[in-house]
């Protein structure tokens, strides 16, 4: 057996080597990583300039080390780069998010996004070098075509993509977190199996020369923090 693995109760266990740092250097590694987290924003105005398959594949790599219930990692992320393809989803997603805003939305909704300025037409799902749809496993199929449960997917999946949207930050690349409702032509427009359902979908690239976000103020620690 290898030097620093064990079995525990029948499940093969490796151990766990932690970094430790002293005070100080938690402190300021812990306010740079905010600092530098505190600048991510949003944008609906990406460039089309190419980025490296390869960027797109370590920040899902990285989103893949979030923990999962029994660790059973109920998530796909479906890379997608193919204009056609880009264009489906566009023309789906502006149908639903049309009838969203014109009907769907109650007026309490709407107006809480007017500071926003955001409407149904989504260039940006075109535009984007690469989206990133992902996707929750509500169960695992086997090859048999039994079925295997998953656990607390909905949470799992959540933590994956704040991982993922870190990673993408780290990289130097914008995101948007976009959620047309329904987002059932997701499936059908990828021809995901019955167990997968949509969760997230996410452009992926660079921002445009000329892109301007709305100036907001992230809540106070002491809004948001409670210390007993």
């Known amino acids: ?50 980025v490296p398959l390869s960027v797109i594949e370590n920040v899902i790599r990285t989103a893949s080390t979030a923990p999962s219930g029994a660790h059973k990692q109920p998530w796909t992320f479906c890379i997608v780069s193919d204009p056609s393809i880009k264009k489906q989803i566009r023309e789906a997603a502006e149908k639903e ?8 939305m109650s007026e309490e909704w709407l107006n ?9 037409h989504k260039p940006f799902l075109e535009t984007a070098p690469y989206l990133i749809v992902v996707f929750k496993k509500a169960y695992d199929l086997l090859r048999d075509g039994s079925k295997k ?4 997917v909905n949470e799992s999946a959540g933590l994956a993509c704040g991982f993922l949207l870190a990673a993408i930050h780290h990289a130097g690349l914008c995101a948007l977190t976009h959620t047309p409702s329904p987002m059932n032509f997701l499936s059908k427009i990828l021809n995901r199996p019955e167990n997968e ?11 445009a020369d000329e892109t301007y976000v709305p100036e907001l103020r992230r809540k106070d620690l002491r809004e948001i923090a409670v210390h007993y």
């Open 1 to 50: 057996m290898d030097k620093g693995k064990k079995i525990i109760n029948g499940f093969p266990f490796v151990h766990y080597q932690q970094k430790v740092f002293r005070e100080d250097e938690m402190l300021q590694r812990s306010d740079a990583f905010y600092q530098y987290m505190n600048q991510r924003r949003s944008i609906r105005d990406f460039s089309d300039k190419p």
């Open 149 to 152: 449960n998953n656990y607390y």
């Open 112 to 120: 809480d996004l007017k500071h926003l300025q955001t409407n149904w």
């Open 97 to 104: 998010e049309y009838e969203s805003y014109t009907s769907r």
């Open 197 to 207: 359902r949509p969760f997230l979908l996410i452009p992926v690239g660079f921002a």
